[in-house]
């Protein structure tokens, strides 16, 4: 089993950054696929991006350019950079690390964040 906690949400302006982090019980992000996923209220979860064990990044379009994915596996923690936060980015985030062996997927509690003035 393995444990994800997110952190760093919060309330921003429009135009503002935020740094999210996932904070995994043990060292996963060797060998999983880190992900981050939002779910805006009456909307369904969707992906954000994702990064693979050797450093593979890919991205919503609507939030490339914007939002970098990262992870440090000696701290098991991977980040979520997001600059120039719009309205429409309001939403749970959650983190997910997935086993491309079908060893498991494992979610985070998820952290709020809001962008408005």
């Known amino acids: 089993q393995v444990q994800l906690v997110e952190s760093g949400g919060g309330l921003v302006q429009p135009g503002g950054s935020l740094r999210l982090s996932c904070a995994a019980s043990?060292?996963?992000?060797?060998?999983?696929?880190m992900g981050w996923y939002r779910q805006a209220p009456g909307k369904q979860r969707e992906l954000v991006a994702t990064?693979?064990?050797?450093?593979?990044?890919n991205y919503a379009d609507s939030v490339k350019g914007r939002f970098t994915i990262s992870s440090n596996n000696a701290k098991n923690t991977g980040y979520l950079h997001m600059n120039n936060l719009r309205p429409a980015d309001t939403a749970v985030y959650y983190c997910n690390a997935d086993s491309p062996n079908g060893l498991g997927s494992y979610w985070g509690q998820g952290t709020q964040v809001t962008v408005s003035t």
């Open positions: 990064i693979t064990m050797r450093g593979k990044t």
């Open positions: 043990r060292s996963i992000f060797d060998s999983y696929i």
